[in-house]
């Protein structure tokens, strides 16, 4: 089992800015991929980042542009910058490291909460 710790969420004005954090201990060694969802209250949840164990991104296009996910492979630390944050973008921000050689054994956090007004 991986426990992963995520940190960083709040409550901002929008335009502001906040970064989240998602450690998934062993990722950069043994790690496929940190994926970042959300879920606002009495929606779906919504993918809408997955970050590679190479560091490459890919991003959902309601957040292309303003979201940025960087990989700290010594901190085992995949990092979301997000910019321009619209109330919109409140919501509980949640990290799934993926492990194994299909990917196939995957791991969440806890859990962060980014409010925007």
């Known amino acids: 089992h991986v426990q992963l710790v995520e940190s960083g969420g709040g409550s901002v004005q929008a335009g502001e800015s906040l970064r989240l954090s998602c450690t998934a201990p062993?990722?950069?060694?043994?790690?496929?991929?940190i994926d970042w969802f959300r879920q606002a209250a009495g929606k779906p949840r919504q993918w809408i980042v997955s970050t590679g164990a190479d560091g490459s991104t890919v991003y959902a296009d309601s957040v292309k542009g303003r979201f940025t996910a960087s990989k700290d492979k010594d901190k085992d630390t995949v990092y979301l910058e997000m910019n321009s944050l619209k109330p919109e973008d409140t919501a509980m921000y949640s990290c799934q490291a993926r492990f194994g050689t299909s990917c196939q054994r995957a791991y969440w956090g806890q859990g962060t909460q980014v409010t925007v007004s």
């Open positions: 062993g990722f950069s060694a043994n790690g496929c991929g």
